[in-house]
Nanobody, 121 residues
Framework: QVELVESGGGLVQPGGSLNLSCAAS???????MSWYRQAPGKGRELVASITAAGGSTNYADSVKGRFTISRDNAKNTVYLQMNSLKAEDTGVYYC???????????????WGQGTQVTVSS
């Protein structure tokens, strides 16, 4: 049974920081991991992604220099450190993992349930 458990969201003032986590279980192996977000009334957008070995990362222009994605393969967990948060960073943040579940041994794409991030004074 594949499970992605996100945590770390919440309410923070502008300029503040949050660290999101997404712990994956049930996988034989995990490939690329990503964070997406969806603001109210808007579509889901890519925030950051990291390759399987963690050697390469990619960021949306709007978060470059403020957010850092990382992963711990021993824990099968991906993180998103968010600094200098702005009101426009508000939204539901989702992790996405491309992986091979032990149950099927077939590569597929999986989403977390989402965690709310609200940046407001």
């Amino acid at each position: 049974q594949v499970e992605l458990v996100e945590s770390g969201g919440g309410l923070v003032q502008p300029g503040g920081s949050l660290n999101l986590s997404c712990a994956a279980s049930g996988f034989f192996s995990s490939g690329a991991m990503s964070w997406y977000r969806q603001a109210p009334g808007k579509g889901r957008e890519l925030v950051a992604s990291i390759t399987a070995a963690g050697g390469s990362t990619n960021y949306a222009d709007s978060v470059k220099g403020r957010f850092t994605i990382s992963r711990d393969n021993a824990k099968n967990t991906v993180y998103l450190q968010m600094n200098s948060l702005k009101a426009e960073d508000t939204g539901v943040y989702y992790c996405r993992i491309i992986g091979i579940p032990r149950a099927t041994m077939r590569q597929s794409l999986y989403w977390g349930q989402g965690t709310q991030v609200t940046v407001s004074s």
